[in-house]
């Protein structure tokens, strides 16, 4: 094996270790021997437990970032909402130990952290068409970033909750989470359904 394929393989061992007992509870002999190597190529590679926490967080962090700046294609801001909380969910469905590595160890509401940078990157992304549709509709734009935050700050939360749950199907999670975020209590539509799937 080369020393970059070994270093692929150490990071694909460490992913479901971090995901399944987070940063404290993983060991660099556990990762050691699943790779079947011994702790000092760990260490060699990445120079410690921080070292390869480290390369796997970012992998997670540009991943998400990545799913989630692609899914914002355009349309209507009803759409938009539509597309990041799809993309989110698409996320968690695909990459349940990196979603589980980004809130496990940076839980939601922390002052610092990955997952909580890419709440707040997209958080600035919806803010900007907050304040487009504040200004159409003639209400304050100043109130846009504390709007923002609470319409990011529930997906994510949601998404903590279906990552285990998984109940129901996402794109019924997702309708329901634009249904509440767009009409609010007080206008929820009895049957939600995607617009972005017609």
Do not use: C
Request: net charge negative; glycine share 10%; aromatic share 8%.
């Amino acid at each position: 094996m080369t020393a970059a394929e070994r270093r692929e393989q150490l990071i694909e061992i460490a992913r479901p270790v971090f995901a399944e007992r987070g940063f404290d509870g993983a060991s660099v002999e556990e990762i050691a021997a699943r790779a079947e190597v011994s702790k000092p190529v760990v260490y060699e590679h990445f120079g410690g437990k921080e070292g390869l926490y480290a390369v796997v967080v970012d992998r997670e962090v540009r991943h998400l970032l990545e799913k989630m700046r692609t899914a914002l294609t355009g349309g209507s801001s009803r759409i938009l909402l539509e597309q990041a909380a799809v993309a989110l969910l698409d996320y968690i469905e695909q990459s349940s130990d990196g979603f589980r590595i980004l809130v496990r160890d940076t839980p939601l509401g922390s002052a610092s952290g990955s997952y909580v940078s890419i709440i707040g990157d997209i958080a600035t992304r919806v803010e900007g068409i907050l304040v487009d549709e504040f200004k159409r509709r003639g209400f304050d734009a100043k109130a846009a970033p504390m709007y923002s935050q609470m319409l990011v700050g529930m997906v994510g939360t949601t998404g903590q909750w279906w990552l285990d749950a998984r109940k129901p199907a996402k794109e019924v999670v997702a309708a329901h989470l634009v249904n509440l975020a767009w009409n609010g209590l007080a206008g929820l539509e009895q049957k939600p359904g995607l617009r972005i799937s017609d």
